[in-house]
């Protein structure tokens, strides 16, 4: 048996799995070679280590500690309202609804404020303005909660 | 059977929010969660973060477990998944660490792992046999890591991995087997590059 095969065959010798004459063979070349003693030591550290972190316990105040994130606000319980908004395909439907009234009305502000200084304010017709406070006033008071009670109140 | 019964009844009473209840599951499975998640991580305060997060995602996900697997089961999954995440951020820390360390000439903060003079017969540091098995283990393919942990740290029989891990019992057998032969190769390699 060579150096090679009895590194290769280390961790298998510790763990007292090789069959036939090999954990036999193992030894005695150990006992005759400084190098793969050496070897045998750090593998035996290693599996030392194993063992030590096998043996490792949590804080004891793990349960408390959960307690705690579970208590902080942001930390909601999944069955509760908010995971259950967040899985629904309308909760999307108003997140783009709202990012897109959001873009159009920044562009309008922004559109407004540079033709303010190259040209004279466009003027809204009446219908025009109904609409978009409507559509603005629509998002912000009405679709979300709605939204959200809706979801909650499902089965 | 009466231990799944019970468990059955201890998810039930967390889904109507007992709070002794949960109390309960937590003490009870606490170590075997920790001991995956430190068997994967190989540090203790990291280990015991992820088991948090796993009892968090217990008692925020409790009304979707359907009982269908063994409640161990589902939290043996929860707590490989969550300890797998945090192995990729580690890495992903370790990779901007580097490009810092690139572009500014920083040092890292953590040493590199030393191993002094083997011949030396000097034990070596807690911490720096930790970061010898956090190396040699994490090497390993994702599947080989999970089949390994679960069958060294948990001492699983290859069936409970099985389930575990949603495989045969021979494809456990192989992957545990392959394990240790990688890992072996491994820690060769590891223990040559500091003589
Ligand atoms: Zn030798």
Avoid at chain 1, 57 to 85: A, C, M, S, W
Avoid at chain 2, 73 to 99: F, H, V
Avoid at chain 2, 145 to 173: G, P
Wanted: charged share 25%.
């Amino acid at each position: 048996m060579n150096c090679q095969e009895v590194n290769e065959n280390m961790l298998a010798y510790l763990e007292g799995s090789l069959g036939g004459d090999l954990p036999g063979r193992m030894k005695d070349h150990i006992e005759t070679c400084d190098s793969c003693k050496a070897f045998q030591v750090f593998m035996l550290q290693v599996n030392l280590q194993i063992e030590d972190e096998k043996t490792r316990v949590p804080n004891p105040f793990l349960y408390t500690r959960i307690q705690e994130k579970i208590d902080r606000k942001h930390e909601l319980p999944v069955h509760g309202l908010y995971p259950r908004l967040l899985r629904s395909p309308l909760y999307y439907a108003a997140v783009i609804i709202f990012a897109v009234s959001l873009g159009v009305f920044a562009g309008r502000q922004l559109g407004g404020l540079m033709s303010n200084q190259a040209s004279p304010a466009p003027v809204l017709t009446e219908q025009e303005k109904l609409k978009q406070e409507f559509y603005l006033q629509n998002l912000e008071n009405d679709d979300i909660s709605q939204l959200i009670n809706n979801i909650d109140q499902k089965p | 059977m009466v231990q799944e019964i019970l468990d059955q009844d201890l998810i039930a009473r967390i889904a109507r929010n007992e709070q002794e209840a949960f109390r309960y599951l937590v003490e009870k499975y606490k170590d075997m969660v920790f001991r995956t998640c430190l068997g994967l991580l190989h540090d203790t305060p990291e280990a015991e973060d992820i088991t948090q997060d796993v009892f968090l995602e217990v008692y925020r996900s409790v009304s979707f477990f359907r009982g269908e697997s063994k409640l161990s089961t589902w939290l043996y999954r929860i707590a490989i998944n969550k300890s797998l995440n945090q192995m990729k951020r580690n890495q992903k820390k370790k990779s901007w660490l580097r490009l810092d360390e690139l572009v500014f000439s920083r040092k890292p903060e953590k040493k590199e792992i030393s191993i002094p003079d083997l011949n030396n017969s000097q034990p070596l540091e807690r911490e720096e046999l930790g970061a010898v098995l956090r190396k040699a283990i994490n090497e390993l393919p994702e599947n080989q890591q999970i089949a390994f942990v679960l069958a060294k740290y948990d001492e699983l029989s290859y069936k409970e991995i099985s389930d575990i891990m949603n495989t045969s019992v021979s494809s456990v057998e192989s992957l545990v087997h392959r394990a240790k032969t990688n890992l072996q190769k491994m820690l060769i390699n590891i223990y040559k590059s500091y003589q």
